[in-house]
């Protein structure tokens, strides 16, 4: 745990993409899969995202669509994941992309010395375990590099972009099957399954894409998370399953018809998932969005606490460089909280010069406000009338 942020829990998720399957799979998928289809024609994305839905009875965020990810667990960390990684220690955060950021900067999740806390594994490696864990837990799909293909992976130049990654087909169904469930009951398994299937966590398929923070005051003291984003693209999309606990249901769309679906109110998702995926709206092709990845991940990212303010007919989530946002955010999680003001969301427009916020009426009638440029070389996200007209051109497709 970084004793920098007592008040928020660590965690990491994936935004996992994936190319469309030309044809449909000739295999019938077990019970409990969803057979992907062969929509490449008809729609503008050539690549899909996944979302997992949380069970209704979840303490954080029920029924919402959410990307694969969690907690960071003890074992993430654990100094024998060295010995796993040791191939690629020499190199600095075991080969993963140094960001150019500087550590003044850098957000406390990442700038954090983790051997002050008495653990050898870098944070961004640490992180990027504990996301490609979390989504096996949680989806099935193993982000793994096998033993054979490690040679490759350290003698890769750090400039030279690596390719949409492709899942190893080594392990069956029972196999991945078994440990998922042993995973799933006890984190440090995860270490013990590595080393057994002469494998590693693909730490260099992830791509660090933000950081965002819980909003103080809106999910209690206990459901603060600081969590890391990063990105992954993977060449087909696999099978995918879910397990009828924390996750009742999984998804695979189009950036564009998540944003669709969820205007049609077929389904929730929260405002970071809504921000992100609308930037993915920038990107039609696949190897595009890879190579926007991959080249801006060394810019490094900017820590997003939101200040959430209810507005006399509506809410308004503000963000950092908005004319709004207090200059010194408490990020410690001492102060703050929900704050309230009688003007409604069109005087608050125009009262302010700088906008990046997040508004709306109702939960499922959100649209992002932005006129400033975004930092360390990312990408607004497209919103509002912006989204009805890529559904429009989509449509004539």
């Known amino acids: 745990m970084n004793t920098a942020l007592k008040h928020w829990r660590e965690a990491a998720t994936v935004i996992l993409t994936a190319g469309l399957r030309r044809a449909p799979p000739a295999d019938t998928l077990k019970a409990g899969l969803e057979k992907v289809t062969d929509v490449a024609h008809k729609s503008a994305f050539d690549y899909e995202v996944l979302l997992l839905k949380r069970s209704r009875n979840s303490g954080f965020m029920p029924n919402a669509y959410v990307f694969p990810g969690g907690l960071v667990d003890a074992s993430d960390f654990s100094s024998e994941w060295q010995e796993l990684f040791n191939p690629f220690t ?26 002050q806390l008495g653990s050898p594994i870098p944070g961004d490696v640490a992180f990027r375990i504990c996301a490609v864990r979390e989504t096996f837990e949680e989806s099935g799909v193993l982000l793994a590099l096998p033993k054979d293909e490690y040679s490759v992976t ?64 809106l999910y209690g003291k206990q459901r603060r998370y600081d969590t890391a984003f990063y990105i992954c693209c993977l060449q087909e999309t696999p099978h995918t399953l879910h397990d009828d606990k924390e996750i009742v249901h ?37 190897r595009d969005l890879h190579h926007f990845a991959w080249q801006r991940s060394s810019e490094g990212c900017e820590q997003w606490l939101p200040v959430h303010m209810l507005t006399s007919d509506g809410f308004v989530s503000l963000l950092p460089g908005d004319t709004m946002y207090q200059e010194n955010v408490d990020s410690s999680g001492n102060g703050g909280g929900v704050l309230k003001t009688e003007k409604s969301l069109e005087e608050l427009r125009w009262d302010s010069a700088n906008l990046h916020r997040i508004v709306g009426h109702d939960p499922y009638s959100v649209s992002v406000q932005i ?8 990408l607004c996200p497209v919103s509002g009338a912006d989204i009805d007209d890529l559904s429009k051109n989509n449509s004539k497709l």
């Open 90 to 115: 020499k190199a600095p955060n075991y080969g993963v992309k140094v960001v150019k950021q500087s550590p003044e900067t850098r957000p406390p999740i990442f700038a954090t010395d983790r051997s």
């Open 154 to 217: 350290r003698t890769r130049s750090l400039d030279t972009q690596p390719s949409l990654t492709r899942l190893s087909g080594q392990w069956g169904t029972e196999v991945l099957s078994k440990w998922r469930s042993r995973v799933i009951g006890d984190p440090a398994n995860f270490i013990k399954m590595c080393r057994e299937l002469q494998c590693l966590p693909n730490i260099w398929a992830l791509h660090e894409w933000g950081n965002w923070l819980t909003p103080i005051g």
């Open 250 to 286: 999984f998804k695979w769309s189009t950036p564009l018809d998540v944003l669709r679906s969820y205007k049609s109110r077929d389904i929730w998702i929260a405002p970071p998932q809504y921000y992100d995926i609308g930037r993915m709206c920038r990107f039609p092709a696949l």
């Open 371 to 378: 006129n400033i440029t975004s930092s360390y070389n990312h």
